[in-house]
């Protein structure tokens, strides 16, 4: 496809279990950002990585949240022990090299923590 | 803390007149500034840029002008479309980091 694209576009979980969410960026793309959005907020950045490794984890809210990109293409965000704060929308991007004046974002993930 | 602020959550215009979003940032370490649109159950879509080193970015119907001194951004759209009715957030990018940092958003309804 031409986008970013998630799976899945929606995750219903109960607290305390594990989830994956899936990123795959635009082909070719080197960086890949997760970013995650509350209602009525802006996206807030988690992670950025460039190629396979993290570049950038600071946004990342505790050690129960965990990115990979393995092959420097799709990345999953993992998050443990779920709580019901973590319930959002998920989105991910990404962007052609390692100054990206723009990034290009998917549809997301809504996560509902029950 | 915010560090980009949109103080208008709404704003309403009517078809063919201009909008005029804005935009307060705090943080003089951002060097580029971004515009995106946002329709329901879509992810962000890119509109407009602006690099702190200039103060205005012109592109057809979308105009940003940047006010460093105010750190103060603003979007211009003329003529509005009803197809612009979205949710429009203001990003700014530490350059170290490439992270964006977003505001809460401004939902613009153009009327027909």
């Known amino acids: 496809g031409a986008g970013v694209s998630q799976t899945p576009s929606n995750k219903v979980t109960e607290k305390g279990k594990y989830v994956e969410l899936r990123c795959d960026p635009i082909?070719?793309?080197?960086?890949l950002y997760w970013y995650r959005q509350s209602l009525g907020q802006g996206p807030e950045f988690l992670i950025y990585f460039q190629g396979t490794g993290a570049a950038d984890d600071s946004g990342l809210p505790n050690d129960r949240f965990f990115a990979v990109r393995p092959e420097g293409s799709v990345s999953t965000l993992k998050i443990q022990r779920t709580e019901r704060g973590d319930s959002a929308v998920y989105l991910c991007?990404?962007?052609?090299?390692?100054?990206?004046?723009?990034?290009?974002f998917g549809p997301g993930t809504r996560l509902t923590v029950l | 803390d915010q560090q980009v602020k949109q103080n208008s959550p709404s704003l309403s215009v009517q078809e063919g007149r201009i909008s005029i979003l804005n935009c307060d940032y705090t943080n003089s370490m951002f060097d580029y500034f971004l515009w995106y649109k946002k329709y329901p159950a879509e992810g962000p879509t890119f509109l407009i840029s602006i690099s702190s080193i200039k103060d205005k970015n012109e592109d057809g119907r979308f105009t940003v002008f940047l006010n460093k001194s105010a750190k103060h951004l603003s979007l211009h759209i003329v003529p509005s479309q009803p197809g612009d009715s979205a949710v429009y957030f203001c990003?700014?990018?530490?350059?170290?980091?490439?992270?964006?940092?977003f505001g809460t958003g401004t939902l613009l309804a153009v009327q027909p």
């Open positions: 991007a990404s962007g052609p090299g390692s100054s990206d004046n723009e990034q290009f």
């Open positions: 082909s070719g793309h080197t960086a």
């Open positions: 990003a700014a990018r530490m350059g170290a980091t490439n992270k964006l940092i």
